[in-house]
């Protein structure tokens, strides 16, 4: 086998499995000049993050979401139906949009200032994903219901 023919399916395996984690950012250009090298970090602590469960304390499961350089942090979560889910933000950087998180399906827009952590909560009513965001839309995590 040649190193060319090698390399080329190798080469392939990496970039379908970078892909959903270069998915938190989906404005193609119009993020290149807003957000950087903000690329690079995502693929490495997104992909590596797994799905957070946090914990469920008295039928309510809290996780905590950080707001980095590299998005929201964990990017991937994992809830039931009917639970409450509790998430508390924190946004740990000025160099980013995600300055607020947004839940369209929810009805919640909740600014986060710097350094403090903000409450959100909801209740899953169906098996699915619901998406959070920053306002702009440019950063953006999932809520994975089974």
């Known amino acids: 086998m040649t190193s ?12 379908f499995a970078a892909a959903p984690a270069l998915a938190q950012h989906d404005h193609g250009s119009m993020q290149m000049q807003d957000h950087g090298s903000m690329h690079a970090g995502m693929a490495a602590g997104s992909a590596a993050q797994g799905i957070a469960e946090g914990t469920v304390k008295n039928g309510v499961r809290t996780v905590e979401l950080t ?5 929201f942090e964990p990017s991937k979560v994992k809830a039931k139906k009917g639970e409450k ?3 508390v933000v924190t946004r740990k950087t000025d160099s980013t949009c995600a300055k607020e ?14 350094d403090k952590p ?27 219901i089974p």
Do not use: W
Request: aromatic share 6%; glycine share 8%; proline share 7%.
């Open 67 to 71: 707001v980095t350089e590299n998005g």
């Open 4 to 15: 060319k023919s090698f390399l080329l399916p190798v080469a392939a395996a990496f970039a």
């Open 101 to 114: 998180i947004v839940i369209k399906d929810h009805g919640i827009n909740q600014p986060l200032p710097l």
């Open 118 to 144: 903000v409450t959100v909560e909801l209740v899953p009513a169906k098996s699915g994903e619901i998406r959070y965001a920053c306002g702009m839309d440019h950063i953006s995590g999932v809520v994975f």
């Open 85 to 87: 889910l509790r998430l």
